[in-house]
């Protein structure tokens, strides 16, 4: 089974910064099955990025996915309020399984 | 106006039963794979169940084999998750997700707000 290791647990950042979160397979992962979320309290997850580079519909242009391989990154250029919240990397891998990553929350400073 | 909308959560103890329903309205259900995820509370998410279009491929989570059942109407446009043997480990808010038609890959683009499964004596 891939398991997927998100860093940082935690980030810490003010409005307007720039975000970038990590997502880290435990083998090689297509980059065709790696997406990410965003989801906020009490909510459920919405989907961001597909394919690690695509985005999807309605998601703004500052969330930005990149990577291949075992490395992978959701960058957010700007962050605006309702950006902070907590984001999942997800694969698909064979078997079939499907995983997810701990999360990564991005908090206000 | 196109959405999921889960219900049939609650109290049960462990051992017991309970089945989750999952309404979907606003698009051709028929037409796309549907799976099941739980999230534990303040945990990350965890896939427990897929099922496809027609209902003839299934898949589920080492964690459910053999205790929970997936399946799906589409003349109700209703999916199902019948869950037996529950474990304290099982509570979670369960949501129903769609993945995309016509997806290379296996992600999700709709999701319902979930409901919330507690195992407790």
């Known amino acids: 089974e891939i398991v997927l290791t998100q860093s940082p647990g935690t980030l810490s950042l003010s409005p307007g910064e720039r975000a970038t979160l990590s997502c880290r397979a435990s083998?090689?992962?297509?980059?065709?099955?790696l997406a990410w979320y965003q989801q906020k309290p009490g909510q459920a997850p919405r989907l961001l990025i597909y394919g690690a580079s695509s985005r999807a519909t309605g998601i703004p242009d500052r969330f930005s996915g990149s990577g291949s391989g075992t490395d992978f990154t959701l960058t957010i250029s700007r962050l605006e309020p309702e950006d902070f919240a907590v984001y999942y990397c997800q694969q698909y891998g064979s078997s079939p399984k499907l995983t997810f990553g701990g999360g990564t929350k991005v908090e206000i400073k | 106006q196109v959405q999921l909308v889960e219900s049939g959560g609650g109290l049960v103890k462990p051992g017991g039963s309970l089945r989750l329903s999952c309404a979907a309205s606003g698009f051709t259900f028929s037409d796309y794979y549907m799976s099941w995820i739980r999230q534990a509370p303040g945990k990350g998410l965890e896939w427990v169940s897929y099922i496809s279009s027609s209902g003839s491929t299934i898949y589920y989570a080492d964690s459910v084999k053999g205790r929970f059942t997936i399946s799906r109407d589409n003349a109700k446009n209703s999916l199902y998750l019948q869950m037996n043997s529950l474990r304290a480990e099982d509570t979670a808010v369960y949501y129903c997700?769609?993945?995309?038609?016509?997806?290379?890959?296996?992600?999700?683009?709709?999701w319902g707000r979930g409901t919330l499964v507690t195992v407790s004596s």
């Open positions: 083998q090689s992962v297509s980059s065709s099955y």
């Open positions: 997700a769609r993945e995309p038609k016509g997806a290379v890959g296996w992600y999700f683009d709709l």
